[in-house]
């Protein structure tokens, strides 16, 4: 199967007085069949309300949010939970007991 990423964006934190947004607070989880990992982080933003493509609070959407985050981020946060993942398919160490 194939690594399968979902990106959300839990909040974003904003200037009122501009409507620009300063912080996003971001998700991914990935999921491979029976296996799964996660991150989180932020995201500072130097939002330019005098921008042509600067897009006010009010009109935000949450893909916009992922585009920026993911831009920021660039294909790390992917990378390393598809790693991860490997790493839980074919485990290196375990715990319990043997009886």
Not at 31 to 53: K, L
Not at 69 to 82: C, F, I, P, R, S
């Amino acid at each position: 199967m194939a690594v399968t990423y979902t990106w959300s964006i839990p909040k974003v934190e904003r200037t009122i007085t501009t409507g620009g947004i300063n912080v996003i607070h971001w998700r991914c989880n990935a999921v491979d069949g029976d296996h799964s990992a996660g991150s989180f982080g932020t995201v500072s933003c130097t939002p330019d309300p005098s921008a042509s493509d600067f897009i006010a609070y009010t009109d935000v959407t949450e893909a916009n949010c992922i585009a920026w985050v993911q831009a920021a981020v660039g294909d790390d946060t992917e990378k390393n939970l598809a790693l991860h993942i490997a790493v839980l398919k074919v485990p290196i160490q375990a715990t319990g007991t043997p009886w």
